[in-house]
């Protein structure tokens, strides 16, 4: 157990602390600005670990990208518009609940799970890693597969009563999961000659237009003289325990989930809080509330980001595979300082690794702390008027696209997907099927394809390991359950 | 402190003596620059050859008359060829320059992607390094070199999977041309990175992958990945036992990354910029610094890096005939 006491002197240093903070404070203001997000607040910082001392320059860096999973949760919940990707989930019950109830309250739920969820992380990176990261290897190019084609699945449990429109959705993000250049073939698609489309459509251009430029047309159409809640009430944050009680299970679930994808290279926090979201609101005592501001929704997401931020850096430390962007900028932070992740880190970094342990259990704790201190004043932007709101935000947005490629053909598109999703939400279609078959679209796809080429067009890959065997069985499963369902409630309601 | 301070002000100084005595016409470059200095980086913030520029440009400056500065422009995507037209359509002023690898330059023109028509179309103004790309096999593995390997395929055509990050790309020509020249059929598996090669290699996915040889070091000595051949021209010290394609009969490929500048750009403004980075590729500190991310530091002048572009993208083109891709 020497591992324990070994480090904690080393750890406890004034620099190592104050890059946390540095890192915290960057990461949650990135993560609530929509666009910004998590990874371009790493990229920021990571300049400035080339002089600080290993340890503190990763630590930083890790904080930022802990808490930027916190911060985009932030205006996913005052103005439902998330932050970083990883947010969209929260958005569903985080702004209900925020305008409705109480944006502190929410705020608070979300700050707890997530908190909850980054320390679930730290957890399973300091016991279990190594197991963890051979384990994930089991999984292939057939079993990412049928992951995908379980999230897609999930999308049938989002989704409100209108099957028909919500599998529009779900083909409009399929459609647009596939525009850039073809992975297999290097075939151009749907790209319109446009060297900004190559490598598809830029997520975050995606993803502001979606959520931020069609809400900002919401709130303008909705008229610009108020405010969400003019009066300042309810901005309290506290929350009792009873209501602590009630995002337990949701907590747990989430960073279960959140911790199992993380490890997975690629799949990670964007569909990880998806899959969270979907089990939770399935197996809740309220399905009811899901959608109109139940804690239990925003739990359930936020701790699976959280967790999956720590479940990234297992595959990451013990193989050398980032399985994130962000993941892939602190690896360059590694190796600007000479250390290279892999097999060897354990023994040849034996006090960076484990310092970097303990020290992610204390970055959470550094957002749970900054997050306190700073949710009340966030809290408060929901009291502005809107005809301010809409401004500022419209700015904000145009910042974040243009500083993810620096590209202003993104800003054209943003602006575009933002009119599109603005009718298809005056029409009541679902926004979050979208997004979500659009970062599932390629995970499917590509590993669909991949897995022919790797049996020779052969459909037994599909059943070739006991992995995908299971999944293969959930699948069957899920859709089984459903049909035998739909039959019986259709009896119970003619007969 | 006092020393350092010294030795680059007599760097520098030698550095305008030499390009002053090079530089027959001193008209443009006189005063240059008088204004900050674009560079544009073909990698997002954060990137592998983003990291690499901001760690170069510093010293870049340092041996630039004038008080030079730099600003360098993040301009991602599209294999490199957002940010080489970028230059391609910059003002020929010597205020902006880029940094480009060979895909954006001898792929992807003759592919039909890209509004220049290939390298001509560009100022080669220096290489700043080179990078080693390796066919790796994991632990375990039946294949001990590339002849095991090739003899095995040639039995079992199609048999062996080999992954690569991208088709038509740096990694994938180097490997349709080997099957072409040793005939042998492999099973090209495509991955988007070469982080998704590791992790297909050590799940037992694939048989053999292409890998950059400073991502490897860790498991090559930790025994769970083997690299067996060099596919690229320049070998890095810590791999010179493993065999490259050239050592073993092969046509190797280059993997080389440089500075380029608009077509037109001031002869005189070329020369100092050349003379900076040469300087700069001489100093301890970031020599040191490149070693310890393990960047092969290789200067070639425009001359020599003309030289090798044009070789390369002979090579390039001929594969790509070869394979009925091209006309």
Known sequence: ?495 | MFTFLKKTATTSLAVAAMVMATAPTMVAAEGYPEKPITWIVPDGAGGGLDTIVRTIYPFVEKNLPNDATFVLKNLPGATQTIAVSAVYNAEPDGYTIGQASVAPLTIMPHLGKTSYSGYEDFELISNVFDAAHYIVVPEGSPFANLEELLAHAKANPGEVRVGVDGVFNVQHLPLLNLELSAEVDLNEITYKSSAETKKALLGGEIEAGIMPSHIIISEYEAGTLNPIVDVMEVKPDYFADIPSLKDLGYTPSQLFVGVIAPKGTPSDIQATLAGAIEAALQEPELIEALAKRKIMINYNDSETYLGRMQELDVVNKGILVDLGVLK
């Not at chain 1, 964007?270 to 089990?279: D, E, Q």
């Not at chain 1, 239990?296 to 936020?302: F, L, N, R, S, W």
């Open chain 1, 1 to 495: 157990m020497d591992i324990f006491i070994n480090d904690l002197g080393n750890l406890f240093t004034l620099t190592n602390i104050l890059c946390i903070l540095l890192g915290t404070v960057v990461g949650m203001v990135f993560g609530a600005l929509p666009g910004l997000g998590t990874v371009i607040a790493v990229a920021l910082l990571l300049p400035v670990t080339f002089t600080l001392p290993p340890l503190a320059g990763i630590l930083m860096l890790l904080a930022t990208y802990q808490a930027g999973e916190y911060g985009g949760s932030i205006s996913a919940i005052l103005l439902g518009v998330p932050g970083t990707p990883q947010a969209a989930a929260t958005v569903i019950d985080g702004h209900p609940m925020a305008v409705n109830d109480s944006p502190g309250k929410a705020l608070s739920y979300s700050l707890l799970s997530s908190s909850i969820g980054g320390i679930f992380g730290g957890f399973v990176l300091i016991f279990i890693s190594v197991p963890l990261a051979k384990f994930a290897l089991n999984f292939g190019s057939p079993e990412y597969f049928l992951l995908g084609v379980i999230g897609l699945m999930a999308v049938g449990l989002l989704s409100g009563t209108d099957k028909i429109k919500s599998s529009i959705s779900v083909l409009l993000g399929l459609i647009a999961g596939t525009v850039g250049v073809d992975t297999l073939t290097g075939v151009n698609r749907a790209t319109f000659n446009q060297p900004e489309l190559m490598d598809g459509i830029n997520l975050v251009a995606f993803l502001v237009g979606m959520f931020a430029i069609s809400e900002l047309f919401m709130m303008i159409s909705k008229g610009l003289n108020t405010s969400y809640s003019g009066d300042g009430q309810n901005l309290k944050t506290g929350l009792t325990a009873k209501e602590v009680k009630g995002i337990v299970k949701p907590t747990l679930i989430g960073s279960l989930i959140g911790a199992g994808t993380g490890i997975l290279p690629g799949i990670g926090g964007g569909a990880s809080c998806w899959f969270a979201y979907a089990v939770v609101s399935k197996t809740s005592k309220n399905p009811e509330a899901f959608g109109k501001g139940s804690p239990e929704g925003i739990a359930a997401p936020e701790s699976s980001n959280n967790a999956s931020a720590g479940g990234a850096l297992v595959p990451f430390l013990a193989l050398g595979i980032p399985g994130s962007a962000a993941i892939a900028i602190i690896m360059g932070a590694f190796i600007m300082h000479g250390i290279q992740p892999g097999p060897n880190v354990f023994t040849a970094e034996r006090d960076l690794v484990y310092g970097i342990f303990y020290g992610f259990i204390l970055t959470t704790v550094a957002m749970y702390l900054v997050g306190r201190l700073l949710t009340p004043a966030f809290s408060r932007v929901l009291v502005v008027p809107n005809s301010f709101l809409v401004s500022i935000v419209f700015v904000l947005c145009l910042i974040g696209i243009y500083a993810s490629k620096s590209a202003f053909f993104d800003l054209w598109l943003a602006l575009g997907i933002g009119v599109v999703f603005y009718v298809l939400k005056r029409l009541n279609y679902s926004v979050s099927s979208v997004i979500i078959a659009y970062v599932l679209a390629p995970i499917i796809e590509e590993n669909f394809r991949r897995s022919l080429t790797l049996a020779n067009g052969n459909y037994d890959v599909f059943f070739s390991s006991i992995y995908s065997i299971v999944l293969v069985l959930m699948i069957v499963a899920a859709l089984g359950g459903s049909i035998f369902a739909d039959i019986k409630k259709r009896r119970t309601t003619t007969g």
